[in-house]
């Protein structure tokens, strides 16, 4: 019953004609960034954080979650149309989904993924409310250890996951914990890797550095090697699915839907992964998988239901744990913080509005995204076809404006330049920015979770794998990064039994 | 790909080496009480041990790198003058205000860099600098600097 009081509740915040209104802006703006190739929802949130400091909390909050998973939805258009993922969740949708627009099949596709999307997201909003408040309670008996191993979990979950080297991904990590050191340290009061530059002296903020990574070094890479866009000359139609469509996707969508949502969760998990996940899956299971990167309509359905869902699903360790669980979370858990707010188990509490109307306004949200995302595909194919070149001078002037306006100084925007150029830098030499940016807003709460742990224990590090919940975390992180040696040598193993025989 | 690695790797050791420092002299304190710099001391020790594998790496990739071809040449100096247009953008903000700024901006990445003509590049800059004051400044007043232009109440 306290349950559908509260969703009452959170009906009764997010029907205000203001929230709604802020749900609709935040859906359009995150689609749009979904269909611009180059720009992704990390940049668009840091990008419009700013401009939120005049909102309440609760339509702050609401706009830029629609951001976050109106990107979803709209990442999926420019990956089947131009072949070219507008956001790095929708990488997998190119692999089937263009290849259905080129057999003529662009409207079933596109339909597909709008309707899976909405599916998974709505899935992925009812767990939210059912599971949220559970896991709430459940954090009220963390304490510094467990905080500590758990986000120890999500940057090892994250380096995990990652593309490129886990070494590599797990020196990024390094590279964010010193990075949020900067500043002055909370315990002893002393300043930490200031220099004496007094810009240093309130720490490195996450927007700025979010914008740098994502935003200015996604442009500075588009502007040395140039990405020819062919838009598909073909007119869409046929944007309804056929039974049949619906008859080999709906298992895909259910799969994509649960296994996004838990991935969701995990800190480190996330849109990208779920996607990835979700499209080996399908294939693996297919009856037909020499039909996959051909057209088949299981590889549009299932991912693009799984990074919807896991949009969701991410948003839990946010609002109950105060943990973001990605990069894009990270930025949103700065915007709370800015708005006066603790994420955390009693943020339920302290700020069941806030809570309660987010949640709440995913609904309505998911629905306004399938409205716009099916009758509007002419209007966002007549987007894709501006120019590069006057894209991205938009997109460097928002960066520009949106540092600017954080603290109303430039030194914001030195700092975003800064690493603008830094994660242009990390691209070309493989490096990622995702386990440095989620280290960095971690930083500061890990160490003095771990500080106060072994202040607690009289310096005794079994505090760590003593306490139940805690030990579970750390075997968790363990088991992660192990897995990688023991495959690796697995591997090594049997070449060279091959070769000897 | 093997120099490069190299080189990154050479970058982290010597970042880690320099944090490894000024952490210790921050003070590590004691396990019963950890200083400020305890964490990140042994951060950068992880971060200078992972650099070094990395390194020893991509010392095996540096026998195939010879073997492959050179990639082809990239707009590099595209990129250095955006960047550096954008440097010149912060350091003259306060200055001349944003206007005046963005309005140059503007100018130069389209005319210049992306050499299109001045005609189209004015027009285009004026346009995007009068709409981005209006949304920016009038009506989410992010009181943006007026500079140079203060003065005329703009």
Same mark, same amino acid.
């Not at chain 1, 990488?91 to 709008?114: N, S």
């Not at chain 1, 979950?157 to 990652?162: A, H, R």
């Given at each position: 019953?306290?349950?559908?009081?509260?969703?009452?509740?959170?009906?009764?915040?997010?029907?205000?004609?203001?929230?709604?209104?802020?749900?609709? @802006?935040?859906?359009?703006?995150?689609?749009?960034?979904?269909?611009?190739?180059?720009?992704?929802?990390?940049?668009?949130?840091?990008?419009?954080?700013?401009?939120? @400091?005049? @909102?309440?909390?609760?339509?702050?909050?609401?706009?830029?979650?629609?951001?976050?998973?109106?990107?979803?939805?709209? =990442?999926?258009?420019?990956?089947?149309?131009?072949?070219?993922?507008?956001?790095?969740?929708?990488?997998?949708?190119?692999?089937?989904?263009?290849?259905?627009?080129?057999?003529?099949?662009?409207?079933?596709?596109?339909?597909?993924?709008?309707?899976?999307?909405?599916?998974?997201?709505?899935?992925?909003?009812?767990?939210?409310?059912?599971?949220?408040?559970?896991?709430?309670?459940?954090?009220?008996?963390?304490?510094?250890?467990?905080?500590?191993?758990?986000?120890?979990?999500?940057?090892?979950?994250?380096?995990?996951?990652?593309?490129?080297?886990?070494?590599?991904?797990?020196?990024?990590?390094?590279?964010?914990?010193?990075?949020?050191?900067?500043?002055?340290?909370? &315990?002893?009061?002393? @300043?930490?890797?200031?220099?004496?530059?007094?810009?240093? !002296?309130?720490?490195?903020?996450?927007?700025?550095?979010?914008?740098?990574?994502?935003? #200015?070094?996604?442009?500075?890479?588009? $502007?040395?090697?140039?990405?020819?866009?062919?838009?598909?000359?073909?007119?869409?139609?046929?944007?309804?699915?056929?039974?049949?469509?619906?008859?080999?996707?709906?298992?895909?969508?259910?799969?994509?839907?649960?296994?996004?949502?838990?991935?969701?969760?995990?800190?480190? =998990?996330?849109?990208? #992964?779920?996607?990835?996940?979700?499209?080996? &899956?399908?294939?693996?299971?297919?009856?037909?998988?020499?039909?996959?990167?051909?057209?088949?309509?299981?590889?549009?359905?299932?991912?693009?239901?799984?990074?919807?869902?896991?949009?969701?699903?991410?948003?839990?360790?946010?609002?109950? !744990?105060?943990?973001?669980?990605?990069?894009?979370?990270?930025?949103?858990?700065?915007?709370?913080?800015?708005?006066?707010?603790?994420?955390?188990?009693?943020?339920?509490?302290?700020?069941?509005?806030?809570?309660?109307?987010?949640?709440?306004?995913?609904?309505?949200?998911?629905?306004?995204?399938?409205?716009?995302?099916?009758?509007?595909?002419?209007?966002?194919?007549?987007?894709?076809?501006?120019?590069?070149?006057?894209?991205?001078?938009? &997109?460097?002037?928002?960066?520009?404006?949106?540092?600017?306006? $954080?603290?109303?100084?430039?030194?914001?925007?030195?700092?975003?330049?800064?690493?603008? &150029?830094?994660?242009?830098?990390?691209?070309?030499?493989?490096?990622?920015?995702?386990?440095?940016?989620?280290?960095?807003?971690?930083?500061?709460?890990?160490?003095?979770?771990?500080?106060?742990?072994?202040?607690?224990?009289?310096?005794?590090?079994?505090?760590?794998?003593?306490?139940?919940?805690?030990?579970?975390?750390?075997?968790?992180?363990?088991? /992660?990064? #192990?897995?990688?040696?023991?495959?690796?040598?697995?591997?090594?193993?049997? /070449?060279?039994?091959?070769?000897?025989? | 790909?093997?120099?490069?690695?190299?080189?990154?790797?050479?970058?982290?050791?010597?970042?880690?080496?320099?944090?490894?420092?000024?952490?210790?002299?921050?003070?590590?304190?004691?396990?019963?009480?950890?200083?400020?710099?305890?964490?990140?001391?042994?951060?950068?020790?992880?971060?200078?041990?992972? *650099?070094?594998?990395?390194?020893?790496? *991509?010392?095996?990739?540096?026998?195939?790198?010879? %073997?492959?071809?050179?990639?082809?040449?990239?707009?590099?100096? %595209?990129?250095?003058?955006?960047?550096?247009?954008?440097?010149?953008?912060?350091?003259?903000?306060?200055?001349?205000?944003?206007?005046?700024?963005?309005?140059?901006?503007?100018?130069?990445?389209?005319?210049?860099?992306?050499?299109?003509?001045? *005609?189209?590049?004015?027009?285009?800059?004026?346009?995007?600098?009068?709409?981005?004051?209006?949304?920016?400044?009038?009506?989410? %007043?992010?009181?943006?600097?007026?500079?140079?232009?203060?003065?005329?109440?703009?």
């Amino acid at each position: 019953m306290d349950l559908l009081h509260n969703v009452a509740y959170g009906f009764g915040v997010a029907m205000q004609p203001l929230n709604l209104l802020y749900c609709f @802006f935040g859906v359009l703006i995150g689609t749009l960034v979904g269909v611009l190739p180059g720009l992704g929802p990390a940049a668009a949130i840091a990008l419009l954080l700013p401009a939120t @400091f005049k @909102f309440t909390p609760v339509a702050a909050t609401i706009m830029l979650s629609g951001i976050f998973y109106g990107a979803m939805y709209g =990442g999926s258009t420019t990956s089947i149309l131009v072949n070219i993922p507008g956001e790095a969740a929708s990488v997998v949708t190119c692999l089937d989904g263009h290849q259905m627009a080129l057999k003529g099949r662009a409207g079933p596709a596109l339909g597909i993924a709008a309707f899976g999307s909405f599916i998974a997201g709505t899935f992925s909003v009812i767990a939210l409310t059912v599971v949220g408040p559970l896991l709430a309670n459940l954090a009220l008996a963390f304490g510094p250890p467990e905080y500590f191993s758990l986000m120890i979990v999500g940057i090892t979950v994250l380096t995990f996951l990652s593309s490129a080297s886990m070494l590599r991904a797990l020196m990024m990590a390094g590279v964010g914990l010193i990075i949020s050191a900067v500043g002055m340290d909370t &315990i002893s009061g002393q @300043f930490r890797f200031t220099f004496g530059i007094d810009g240093l !002296l309130d720490g490195i903020g996450v927007v700025p550095v979010a914008m740098g990574l994502f935003g #200015i070094s996604e442009v500075l890479l588009n $502007l040395e090697t140039e990405i020819k866009r062919e838009i598909l000359a073909t007119r869409v139609k046929n944007l309804f699915p056929s039974l049949r469509d619906w008859a080999l996707s709906i298992w895909a969508i259910v799969r994509g839907s649960l296994l996004g949502f838990f991935l969701g969760i995990i800190p480190g =998990g996330g849109a990208v #992964i779920a996607s990835f996940a979700s499209y080996a &899956i399908e294939k693996r299971i297919s009856k037909h998988p020499g039909e996959f990167g051909k057209g088949a309509i299981q590889g549009v359905a299932g991912p693009e239901a799984a990074n919807n869902a896991a949009a969701g699903g991410s948003f839990i360790p946010l609002l109950t !744990l105060g943990i973001p669980a990605n990069p894009v979370m990270a930025i949103l858990l700065g915007a709370l913080m800015i708005h006066g707010l603790q994420p955390g188990p009693l943020l339920m509490q302290t700020a069941p509005d806030l809570f309660w109307g987010t949640i709440v306004s995913m609904y309505m949200g998911n629905g306004m995204l399938l409205v716009l995302n099916l009758p509007l595909i002419p209007l966002w194919v007549k987007v894709l076809k501006v120019p590069y070149y006057l894209l991205y001078p938009l &997109i460097l002037l928002f960066c520009m404006i949106g540092a600017y306006s $954080l603290q109303n100084n430039t030194a914001d925007m030195i700092m975003m330049l800064v690493f603008g &150029i830094l994660g242009f830098l990390m691209k070309k030499f493989r490096y990622e920015g995702a386990p440095l940016i989620l280290a960095l807003v971690l930083g500061q709460k890990l160490e003095t979770s771990l500080r106060r742990s072994l202040i607690m224990s009289f310096g005794d590090f079994s505090i760590f794998v003593s306490r139940p919940i805690s030990l579970a975390f750390l075997l968790i992180a363990f088991a /992660l990064v #192990i897995l990688p040696i023991i495959t690796q040598r697995n591997k090594l193993a049997a /070449l060279e039994e091959e070769s000897q025989i | 790909m093997g120099k490069a690695d190299r080189i990154s790797g050479t970058f982290w050791f010597l970042f880690s080496v320099f944090v490894g420092y000024h952490s210790y002299r921050l003070g590590l304190g004691t396990l019963r009480m950890p200083g400020p710099g305890f964490l990140f001391f042994w951060t950068a020790i992880f971060i200078a041990v992972l *650099s070094l594998i990395d390194m020893g790496r *991509s010392l095996k990739e540096a026998r195939e790198e010879a %073997k492959a071809g050179t990639a082809g040449r990239s707009n590099v100096t %595209k990129v250095v003058l955006v960047v550096l247009s954008l440097f010149l953008y912060v350091v003259l903000i306060e200055r001349l205000g944003f206007v005046l700024v963005t309005l140059l901006l503007f100018l130069f990445l389209l005319a210049v860099i992306e050499r299109k003509k001045w *005609s189209f590049a004015v027009v285009v800059s004026v346009i995007v600098t009068a709409l981005s004051y209006l949304v920016f400044e009038a009506a989410l %007043k992010s009181q943006l600097p007026k500079g140079l232009l203060g003065s005329l109440q703009f």
